[in-house]
């Protein structure tokens, strides 16, 4: 039953992950072209939040990596998007700040409590030492992307969802799918494979604007 809940939490996850790249695919297919939709960060941001719990549940390092990485970059975007600024001061800084705290105060409580939680993420019998190697490597090209799509954005001064982040997207879903598959994840395999179908279809739609 614990694990049911545990699978269901992660599920719910992936799914606001999956809704946001369909948000972005339906409106980029009316636009035909890849478009930056704020809703995107949105849903990236309410998801990573449950995933990184989800990754703490299971015990599994590369998952909660990930998910710490690419989290701030998608309150970064949110920004740029104008989202914090039209928020009366006083409540934004209170929810910035909340927003920023929560991944800190899960590392603090893993720094306080080391070597037993060191132990169930590096030497757990589920995770052979190759495989957990494996998830740790797609996660962090997976999350690459969105320090690149930062990057990016940032010398262009807005929010864009470049060619480069769709095929550092596709490299990450492969190796993460590859872990999902070894690691028996259902809820990994559903998000990669769903993920791989969007991230090709965007650099096509990106590939058919810039012939254009």
């Known amino acids: 039953m614990d694990n049911l809940w545990i699978f269901a939490l992660g599920l ?15 409106l980029s297919e009316k636009a035909h072209k890849v478009v930056n939709p704020t ?18 549940l299971r015990n599994d390092f ?34 910035l700040t909340v927003l920023v705290l929560i991944p800190l105060a899960a590392l603090s409580r893993m720094a306080g409590n080391w ?4 132990e169930a993420l590096f030497h757990n019998d589920a995770i052979p030492r190759w495989l957990l190697v494996l998830g740790t490597a797609g996660q962090v090209v997976f999350s690459l992307r ?11 001064g807005e929010s864009l969802l470049p060619a480069g982040f769709w095929t550092i997207s596709l490299i990450g879903a492969v190796l993460i799918l590859t872990y999902g598959i070894l690691r028996h994840d ?7 494979s769903c993920g791989l179908v969007t991230y090709i279809r965007n650099l096509m739609l990106w590939k058919q604007g810039t012939r254009a």
């Open 39 to 56: 809703l995107f960060w949105i849903l990236s941001l309410a998801a990573s939040l449950l995933f990184l719990y989800y990754g703490w």
């Open 115 to 118: 070597p037993a939680v060191s």
């Open 186 to 192: 259902p809820v990994v395999i559903l998000a990669q």
């Open 146 to 156: 969105f320090l690149y799509q930062a990057l990016y954005s940032a010398r262009r």
């Open 62 to 95: 590369a998952l909660m990596l990930g998910q710490v990485i690419g989290y701030y970059v998608y309150i970064w975007n949110l920004g740029k998007k104008g989202v914090w600024g039209r928020i009366d001061k006083p409540l934004r800084i209170a929810v």
């Open 12 to 26: 719910l996850a992936q799914g606001l992950f999956s809704a946001r790249m369909l948000v972005q695919w339906i």
